[in-house]
């Protein structure tokens, strides 16, 4: 497992870099379309990027519907870096985050593929499969420890 860096920051910093990242992974390699990932919600997220020396090669975001439940969204990892470690040190960047912005818990849409890959990191699903984009994906939640 290498070690990856992953900034924190914001969508005005890291948009080109994450949409590189999103675009390979969910518009080419799942036919997800552009206009259903690009949903204007990432300005009103904290962003993280996972890179490899200077190449973005992972994301995610994290967004407060509620403000003690925080909603991780859009993890994506380059396939040639899954299994690598590079999800797991997304995950942890966004529980920290979270957790300093004071949320309790955290919840997100899994695909149902990925599904193993949270239930490793406390995740727990908690509802019936369901279609997002035209992908089985299932809810899950965590509680975060202070």
């Not at 969508?11 to 990932?37: H, I, L, M, N």
């Not at 990191?121 to 369901?130: C, M, R």
Request: glycine share 8%; net charge negative; proline share 4%.
């Amino acid at each position: 497992m290498s070690d990856f860096d992953v900034d924190v920051g914001t969508w005005e910093a890291f948009a080109d870099a994450a949409t590189a990242v999103r675009k390979a992974v969910f518009v080419e390699e799942q036919g997800v379309s552009e206009a259903e990932e690009l949903d204007g919600n990432d300005s009103d997220a904290v962003q993280f990027l996972a890179r490899d020396g200077e190449y973005p090669v992972g994301t995610a975001r994290l967004r407060f519907p509620d403000p003690s439940v925080g909603k991780v969204e859009r993890v994506a990892v380059r396939e040639p870096y899954r299994g690598d470690g590079v999800g797991t040190a997304l995950i942890r960047a966004v529980e920290d985050a979270a957790r300093d912005d004071g949320a309790t818990a955290l919840k997100l849409h899994a695909q149902t593929h990925v599904e193993p890959f949270y239930e490793q990191l406390g995740y727990e699903t908690v509802s019936d499969e369901f279609e997002e984009a035209g992908i089985p994906h299932v809810k899950m939640r965590k509680r975060l420890n202070g």
